[in-house]
């Protein structure tokens, strides 16, 4: 059966994003799960806080560019979890996207790759709506949206819903 994928998005920063991309991604490891986590965020948090530098040769930029994952999974010194690292690079995969036909659905596409290897793959999200979330969204089977109870937040959540409906 192939992974379950779970996107952690919102467009607000600061809210824990990466905080539950990493330790549901641990958790599910420790629990006995393959897990992979794949670090979309070009700030790179998720790979930092994983232990690895954010200057890593092989990241999702290049597995977003060329269509394949394998060769960008890097193994942490958890059992069970793997991360793809990002890092600044990822920053114009966007504008390299743009002009490319089914440019939502690379992330998809790469991931199914080595989707079969592994039991979850979560994504960490960028906190923004850009293309890099819509790619993990067209991607996901399902969307955790962490979120602090305050005004802004909740009209950020309405935008986040109804992007959501549409990928």
Same mark, same amino acid.
């Given at each position: 059966?192939?992974?379950? *994928?779970?996107?952690?998005?919102?467009?607000?920063? =600061?809210?824990?994003?990466?905080?539950?991309?990493?330790?549901?991604?641990?958790?599910?490891?420790?629990?006995?799960?393959?897990?992979?986590?794949? $670090?979309?965020?070009?700030?790179?948090?998720?790979?930092? =806080?994983?232990?690895?530098?954010?200057?890593?040769?092989?990241?999702?930029?290049?597995?977003?560019?060329? =269509?394949?994952?394998? /060769?960008?999974?890097?193994?942490?010194?958890?059992?069970?979890?793997? #991360?793809?690292? !990002?890092?600044?690079?990822?920053?114009?995969?966007?504008?390299?996207?743009? /002009?490319?036909? $089914?440019?939502?659905?690379?992330?998809?596409?790469?991931?199914?790759?080595?989707? =079969? !290897?592994? $039991?979850?793959?979560? *994504?960490?999200?960028?906190?923004?709506?850009?293309?890099?979330?819509?790619?993990?969204?067209?991607?996901? $089977?399902?969307?955790?949206?962490? *979120?602090?109870?305050?005004?802004?937040?909740?009209?950020?959540?309405?935008?986040?819903?109804?992007? #959501?409906?549409?990928?």
């Amino acid at each position: 059966m192939p992974a379950r *994928i779970y996107a952690i998005a919102n467009q607000k920063g =600061g809210v824990g994003k990466t905080t539950t991309a990493i330790n549901l991604a641990a958790c599910l490891a420790e629990a006995g799960e393959r897990c992979l986590l794949i $670090d979309l965020d070009p700030q790179a948090n998720a790979t930092s =806080g994983l232990g690895f530098s954010k200057r890593e040769e092989s990241t999702v930029y290049g597995a977003l560019i060329s =269509g394949g994952m394998a /060769g960008s999974v890097r193994e942490t010194s958890f059992a069970n979890l793997w #991360v793809v690292p !990002s890092g600044r690079d990822l920053v114009g995969a966007e504008v390299e996207l743009v /002009g490319q036909p $089914d440019r939502e659905a690379k992330l998809r596409f790469a991931l199914g790759t080595v989707r =079969g !290897s592994y $039991d979850y793959l979560i *994504i960490d999200c960028p906190p923004s709506l850009s293309l890099l979330t819509v790619n993990a969204l067209a991607a996901a $089977d399902a969307v955790l949206v962490p *979120i602090q109870t305050e005004y802004f937040a909740l009209e950020g959540l309405t935008e986040l819903l109804e992007t #959501v409906e549409r990928v």
